[in-house]
């Protein structure tokens, strides 16, 4: 069981939007700077966003990150049909020294 | 263009130790801080060590009795070295570049290992 929880999956119709949500603790999300990976499957996860809502270059102006408090999410809009993937989110935390992810949440478009 | 790839055994027999190497191309190991990871349908997602060109290293409270890593500047290389391996211990295992404090932004397409004899 991580000690970040995501839901396991959420679904959309194409060029709608998804909200995918990471619920932790002080210890993690409340403390430190969350990151959010997409993963296709048999492939490595890509770096989405870091440091709460900033995002490499090279990621589409369509996913959005924020964090408030205990609770950090992330948002696709216009889904495609190449957002099908699972995302993680990822943060270190203080009290298990160590950096932890979500259990992942896999993206449908309907 | 940074690239990493993961090699090393697919098999490893239970007990035994597991190794993997990590080689950087395109820049200097010198440069950034440099992480390995594990993915399971069991245990998900899984941060194993995270490590420095001058040997410091830092690694998951959960493996770190079993855990060793090493650096070979010369050769744009680190590695990791799992003693006492287990079925518990399969999984595919990824190398990353750390870019930011954490954020794990270049990764190795992953080097699939199981425990088995």
């Known amino acids: 069981q991580s000690v970040l929880t995501q839901p396991p999956s959420v679904s959309e119709a194409p060029r709608q939007r998804v909200t995918i949500s990471c619920s932790g603790g002080?210890?993690?999300?409340?403390?430190?700077?969350v990151n959010w990976y997409q993963q296709v499957p048999g492939k490595a996860p890509r770096l989405l966003v870091f440091?709460?809502?900033l995002k490499p270059s090279g990621v589409s102006d369509r996913f959005s990150a924020s964090k408030s408090g205990t609770s950090a999410s992330l948002a696709i809009s216009g889904l495609q049909s190449d957002d099908e993937a699972d995302y993680f989110c990822?943060?270190?935390?203080?009290?298990?020294?160590?950096?932890?992810f979500g259990s992942g949440t896999k993206v449908t478009v309907l | 263009q940074v690239q990493l790839r993961e090699s090393g055994p697919g098999l490893v027999k239970p007990s035994e130790t597991l190794s993997l190497t990590c080689s950087v191309s395109?820049?200097?190991?010198?440069?950034?801080?440099w992480g390995w990871f594990r993915q399971s349908p069991e245990k998900g997602l899984e941060w194993i060590a995270y490590?420095?060109?001058?040997?410091?290293?830092n690694y998951n409270p959960s493996l770190r009795s079993r855990v060793t890593t090493s650096v070979d500047m010369s050769k744009g290389q680190f590695s990791l070295n799992l003693t006492s391996v287990s079925a518990a211990d399969t999984a595919v295992y990824f190398c990353?570049?750390?870019?930011?404090?954490?954020?794990?932004?270049?990764w190795g397409p992953g080097r699939k290992v199981i425990v088995s004899s």
């Open positions: 990822a943060v270190w935390d203080d009290g298990l020294n160590a950096y932890v």
């Open positions: 490590v420095y060109y001058r040997g410091s290293a």
């Open positions: 002080s210890s993690n999300i409340g403390n430190n700077d």
């Open positions: 395109g820049v200097s190991i010198s440069r950034y801080y």
């Open positions: 440091s709460d809502t």
């Open positions: 990353a570049r750390d870019g930011v404090q954490f954020a794990f932004d270049i």
